[in-house]
């Protein structure tokens, strides 16, 4: 085992490629860039100096209240993303993870609000449910992409829009909302019990999110699943070529119905943050569309955990700092959208560009070396 | 199966006869057959180079084709053949040097110009429209030269009837067979009044009397006047049509050469630049256990309009430890079903798959490899790479459950590059590294690396899918010559090729496939690849067997060229005594050609 570590140690240096992560830094930096210029753009046409709206981001940004808000955001924002990568990484576009979220955080509030465990069950009960129903709701498009050829965009399109009414028929008093709201005049399920609260960490900026740390042990996971384990070799290969993962013997449609099940089971866990630590109650209020951020997250950060988390960083930041543009001077908040819109349309046009260049540059770069060894080796044959 | 004696043919093997090769400096009026006089040549490139960023792939290429000639225009995948045609083309502009046309300097900047110059190329892949009629197609972007109507058709007629391409104008392209819609194809180009002619690759895909019938239409072309640029790697086809050839070596010309003097064997050296392994004796290493049998296989499934069609039929087939099962057909016959159901692709409609003693009819794809299935997929980029997957992760796929590559359910990448740079090493394939992308490697390294993959799990058995298509002569050889080995220590082969002197090099038994089921068998060392052909097209069945005059031929021919075709199998003959046979037989064959 020592002895065989060695070389690839050696090798590990050169393995990373400079050049290779200079571009795929670039597209992202590139998008970013772009976005900024183009928000620059708009303010200055409708009459506002641009300088001084990134002026009040950056610095209501330094603070340490919108640095703990900013992390407790991105972590949602993270399992939303990592959420939405996993079905990338093969190929897989689940659109649905808005759904499946919202009816796994639904359901986990009620089994939540219905049983009072002691935290160590009760945590771990009201998790595993909202993972249970988020995979089982991703498993419908699964199914139908496996057995009916549907494709998994539209399937699970569709299904967002199936959930929003389910969660509407199911939260009507009576059913999941007790018959008698408790405080106010929205309708939401049961408290949960005390016992579910999540644990925080006190900052000196507020109540920091200590999902924060399920997180990260959530982006290592990923990595190590993909990257180390069979099944990552095999959800990439399909990824990459289903053809060839086919032929190379990977099970493609059970690998489908795999991979959206734990997609959809990831999405589940979305909504788990907010509900453990600062709501404890789903509601007509919950937050919406996390799902659809996951998606640009993911998309901005290449699929991989580190990207992910960097682009979850931005992405929180620009909301969190957005509120008070229209608090500190006349400054739309919807400017943000614009700048997360950019961003996004940028990104993928760049990677696609980014992607295309580095094969060619490759492939040159492989002929060039083949080329000085042939003429080497011709030189020694003309020398002897 | 009769085991069969090799020819022991130990002729000084290319004691370079330097008469017929010259060196190609920058000398003109090289190559060519010397009855062409002096008219100013047809295409005369000098000293063209063309760089792209880090690799030349052209340098200081002079090039002569007379007018009125068939010029060949030889060399490995990746010699430079394509660049260089580009250029000629008006794709590409070439970075020095220069380009005459009938004696006149021109510079090209797109495919219009050189077209207007009478230069029409054959791409190798057809470029037409199957929903459209042939008039429509050869039409279809020449509207302004005779209309669309009643002249165009005048106009196709004269010109098929001119060169004897017997093309019909009304009828609907995607009815043509291959070789129909090549000639609809040198139609359109000389619809747009082309004199020079390139053609790529335009054997490829074609079986033996489609390219008979090529071959004569090419010589009513230069009958007529035209020039035809004719790009192969096809030896003895080389050899039989052109009057002259040059060969491309890394970027340059090596040499030119006349088709009357040299031989194949020298040809191929070359293009590969230096001497090629000769076939050694050979004794036949089928054994008597059977390794695969497959039972009354019967595939059906829909087609596009929802149509069930029958693709396989009754297919049964054994094969023994040792033994190698060439299927010969044209393609689309059922090859690639075939495949598919013995890997566990395709769901079998009936019929039973047994490797080994062992049941695998109802396993997945990846048990059967598992068991022993190793497999050269016909398309490497759809079924054997992933293109933008370092080599390593490429040296995974396919056998990820196995060692080295995992323990358990863990993936074990050091291992995995590792045992890479092994296969690197052993199976001589040439990159700069392993993790470099599988795209930036050539065809021919690509395939030695899933050559190197499949055979480093020791398989019980090979599918081997059309293992040398378009790979590079020296590439080819080494392929071979790995598969024999195995071969020896026990494997089984079952070998799909289109190359038909691979087939009868190769197999130790023959089967021609035709519309999903098997028609006719054949023994490799009594068979001639024209008989095959027939076979291929429907129109023999039963057991082949080729009468001895033109098995004798055929094997004078293969050992002419012994550094190709003969190097998979060590002979196709049987009783006969080839080295009776008269080398003439190839030379009247290239003469054929005057």
Known sequence: MTTSTEPAQRGRLQRIDWEKVGLSLAAPVLAVVISVVISSIVLAVSGRDPFQAFNIMGTYGSASDAQVATLNKATTYFISGIAVAFGFRMNLFNIGTEGQYRLGALFAAYVGGAVNLPSFLEIPLVLLTAMLVGGLWASIAGVLKVKRGVSEVIATIMLNAIATSVVGLLLIPGRFAPTVSGTSNSIQTKDMAASSDFFTITTQGGELYGFVIVAVVLGI??????????????????????AAAQASGVNVKRMVLTSMVVSGALAGLIGMPDLLTTTHHFGQTFQLNLGFIGIAVALLGRNTPVGIAIASLLYAFLDVTAVQLPLKGDFPQEIVQVMQGTIVICVVVAYELVRRYGLKRQQQKVGAQLAAQAAAAAKKEVAA | MTPRPSP??????????????????PSPSKGGDPGAGTAAAAVELRGITKRFPGVVANHDINLTVRPGTVHALMGENGAGKSTLMKILYGMQRPDEGTIAINGEQVEFSSPGDAIARGIGMVHQHFMLADNLTVLENVVLGGEKLHGIGGRARAKIMEISDQYGLNVRPDALVEDLGVAERQRVEILKVLYRGARILILDEPTAVLVPQEVDALFGNLRELKAEGVTVIFISHKLHEVLSVADAIS??????????????????RQLAEMMVGSELPSPESRESTVTSTEMLRVEALRIAK??????????????????????????????GNGQAELVEAIMGMLPLTAGTVTLDGTDLTGALTRSRREAGIGYIPEDRHRHGLLLEAPLWENRILGHVTEEPNSKGFRLDPAAARKDTLRIVQE???????????????????????????EMSHRPKLLIAAHPTRGVDVGAQAQIWEQIRTAQREGLAVLLISADLDELIGLSDAIRVIYRGRLVADADPATVTAEDLGTAMTGAASGHLESDETALAEAAAIADEQFGRSDAPGGGATGTDEPSDAPADTAADDAQAGE
């Open chain 1, 221 to 242: 996971a990923f990595q190590l699943v993909l990257n180390r384990t069979r099944f990552g070799f095999d959800l990439r290969a399909t990824g990459r070529s289903e």
């Open chain 2, 8 to 25: 022991q043919r130990n002729e000084a093997p290319a004691e370079h006869q330097e008469i017929a090769i010259t060196a190609s400096t």
């Open chain 2, 247 to 264: 060969v491309i070596r890394r970027g340059t010309t090596v040499g030119d050469a006349d088709p009357q003097q040299v031989t194949a």
């Open chain 2, 302 to 331: 829909p087609d596009a309009e929802g149509i069930e069609r029958v693709v396989l039929d009754d297919i049964s087939l054994t094969i023994r430890k040792g033994e190698v099962l060439g299927i010969a057909g044209v393609e």
């Open chain 2, 427 to 453: 199976y001589d394939v040439r990159t700069p590294g392993i993790e470099v992308t599988a795209a930036s490697l050539s065809g021919g390294n690509q395939q030695k690396l899933i050559v190197g993959r």
